[in-house]
Nanobody, 123 residues
Framework: QVHLVESGGGMVQAGGSLRLSCAASGRTFSGYTMGWVRQAPGNEREFVAAIRWNGGSTDYGNSVKGRFTASRDIAKNTLYLQMNSLKPEDTAVYYC????????????????WGQGTSVTVSS
């Protein structure tokens, strides 16, 4: 059973940076796409970023391109999301997600979710 545990959320001023981490366990992730989905209050879940565990190719939502970077450490089975130039509209709960899919990691393709970590960006 896949187990995902996020850390690194918090409060930051607009223009600041945060790095989220997601420790993954429970299986080998070869062939998986791992990533981040966020949900702001009153909104639906939104794809943020993802990375193919094998090969490291990345995919980003339009609203974060150029500001966020997904990466992974295979030896540590850990996924990261470096968030720079944060905006108030980035405020949300960020969920680590894993899917056995080569396609964009939309919510319907997610097999396992973390518990979420809150990010608040003040103006």
């Amino acid at each position: 059973q896949v187990h995902l545990v996020e850390s690194g959320g918090g409060m930051v001023q607009a223009g600041g940076s945060l790095r989220l981490s997601c420790a993954a366990s429970g299986r080998t992730f070869s062939g998986y796409t791992m990533g981040w989905v966020r949900q702001a209050p009153g909104n639906e879940r939104e794809f943020v970023a993802a990375i193919r565990w094998n090969g490291g190719s990345t995919d980003y939502g339009n609203s974060v391109k150029g500001r966020f970077t997904a990466s992974r450490d295979i030896a540590k089975n850990t996924l990261y999301l470096q968030m720079n130039s944060l905006k108030p509209e980035d405020t949300a709960v960020y969920y680590c997600a894993a899917g056995n899919t080569p396609f964009r990691l939309t919510s319907d393709r997610v097999d396992a979710w973390g518990q979420g970590t809150s990010v608040t960006v003040s103006s």
